[in-house]
T-cell receptor, first 111, second 117 residues
Framework: GDSVTQMEGPVTLSEEAFLTINCTYT??????LFWYVQYPGEGLQLLLK?????DKGSNKGFEATYRKETTSFHLEKGSVQVSDSAVYFC??????????FGQGTILTVHP | EPEVTQTPSHQVTQMGQEVILRCVPI?????FYWYRQILGQKVEFLVS????????KSEIFDDQFSVERPDGSNFTLKIRSTKLEDSAMYFC???????????????FGAGSRLTVL
């Protein structure tokens, strides 16, 4: 079945540091890939997505590239801010199915 | 920006009691979902709902669970007789189209935390 594996957290960084959160997946067919973010007290918000191989999703300075050859969708940001502190979820979705999530990675950014 | 709203934000209940979690999806969305996250574990799919019917459910969604769209705006999840292991954050979501790929995007609510004692 479909599955998503994220790097273990929590991740603690200083402001302006480079961020990578690794995500790999196993799926049949050609899924879409997503990063969702959950800020404290809020719902899961779509951060970015990619619908086919080699697509790059980007939003708010975050980027992730759909790599079919390595079955990965790593999240990156060149310079994190305190306001980026949140839980980040990698997920995959199929046309007639559900979202399958990774376990989430807690990011804390210190000033 | 349209949002999915969930109530209550936190509910504490005794084992064996019935619980109803409520959700107001985005008004022009046709597909509705419940997911849950047990503390420290992954967000898991429970059920999807379309045209007043369950379209897909996971093995977690047993006879203790039911969903309903009692009127034109609410979408509810009922747990008939809660167990300790039902303690989790429950997320409602809605989407315009079917599935979780391509142009279709699920919009999630903030969640309802259920604590079963």
């Amino acid at each position: 079945g479909d599955s998503v594996t994220q790097m273990e957290g929590p991740v603690t960084l200083s402001e302006e540091a480079f961020l990578t959160i690794n995500c790999t997946y196993t799926a049949t067919g050609y899924p879409s890939l997503f990063w969702y973010v959950q800020y404290p007290g809020e719902g899961l918000q779509l951060l970015l997505k990619a619908t086919k191989a080699d697509d790059k999703g980007s939003n708010k300075g975050f980027e992730a590239t759909y790599r079919k050859e390595t079955t990965s969708f790593h999240l990156e940001k060149g310079s994190v801010q305190v306001s980026d502190s949140a839980v980040y979820f990698c997920a995959l979705g199929t046309s007639y199915g559900k979202l399958t999530f990774g376990q989430g990675t807690i990011l804390t950014v210190h000033p | 920006e349209p949002e999915v709203t969930q109530t209550p934000s936190h509910q504490v209940t005794q084992m064996g009691q019935e619980v109803i979690l409520r959700c107001v999806p985005i008004s022009n969305h046709l597909y509705f979902y419940w997911y849950r996250q047990i503390l420290g574990q992954k967000v898991e799919f429970l059920v999807s709902f379309y045209n007043n019917e369950i379209s897909e459910k996971s093995e977690i969604f047993d006879d203790q669970f039911s969903v309903e769209r009692p009127d034109g705006s609410n979408f509810t999840l009922k747990i008939r007789s809660t167990k300790l292991e039902d303690s989790a954050m429950y997320f409602c979501a809605s989407s315009e189209g079917q599935g979780a790929a391509g142009a279709n995007v699920l919009t999630f609510g903030a969640g309802s935390r259920l604590t079963v004692l």
